[in-house]
């Protein structure tokens, strides 16, 4: 194990960008294995399966369509948005690094720009590569979008302040992709809901409907 990190070690600071984008479309292929695998044994638990449709069936397509989102956005996109973010709050800002204030800022324009955007070109791109219209995409994001910014929003702020506080820039995608396993895992399971109660019961708590 130790002389794996190692290896990654020696992969980030070589090829980083490289390193970044093929890690974070394995970690989002798994991901999306995991939720099909979740989602089919909640439904299984539940009772919703026909006598015939009890085996689990992985879509290897969506697994690869997904992995796909990683190679081509988190990973390439998340390595520059570190880097940059670091660079505009420390000579923009002109905030030391490491103090409430630095962290702070980090956290709050990381959730309010980044977090958005990532679950925008996420539920998008879902909707595209399955051949769906613009306006079957659009309703798809209206129906995914606020719970999944909702939920991720008591869990991320949290992730983020100890990624900025404590880890090396140069490490801050590393950190967050192994968080993106469960991440991945969350946003195919709420893309697979569709029009889950618990959605419309979610956006109807807060004037939303």
């Known amino acids: 194990m130790l002389r794996l990190w190692r290896w990654y070690q020696n ?6 960008v490289k390193t970044q984008v093929i890690s974070s479309g394995l970690i989002w292929g798994f991901g999306d294995f995991a939720a099909q695998t979740v989602t089919h044994f909640t439904a299984k638990r539940n009772r919703q399966f026909q006598e015939n449709d009890e085996k689990l069936k992985i879509n290897w ?3 690869a369509t997904t992995s796909l989102f990683g190679f081509g956005f988190v990973g390439p996109v998340g390595h520059f948005w570190y880097e940059g973010l670091d660079r505009y709050i420390r000579l923009r800002l002109f905030l030391q690094p490491n103090t409430y204030r630095f962290v702070a800022a980090k956290v709050a324009i990381d959730g309010f720009i980044f977090g958005p955007l990532d679950l925008l070109v996420f539920f998008s791109y879902m909707g595209f590569s399955t051949g769906k219209s613009m306006t079957q ?3 798809d994001v209206q129906r995914d979008f606020i719970p999944a910014f909702l939920l991720e929003g008591g869990i991320w702020p949290i992730v983020q302040v100890v990624n900025f506080r404590f880890i090396p820039v140069r490490y801050q995608l590393l950190y967050v992709n192994f968080f993106c396993l469960l991440d991945s895992c969350f946003l195919s399971w709420i893309e697979q809901q569709e029009n889950a109660p618990w959605k419309e019961r979610l ?3 807060l004037h939303l409907k």
């Open 11 to 16: 992969c980030l600071a070589i090829h980083p």
């Open 61 to 63: 397509k969506r697994v």
């Open 137 to 139: 995409i659009k309703e």
């Open 203 to 205: 956006k109807s708590l």
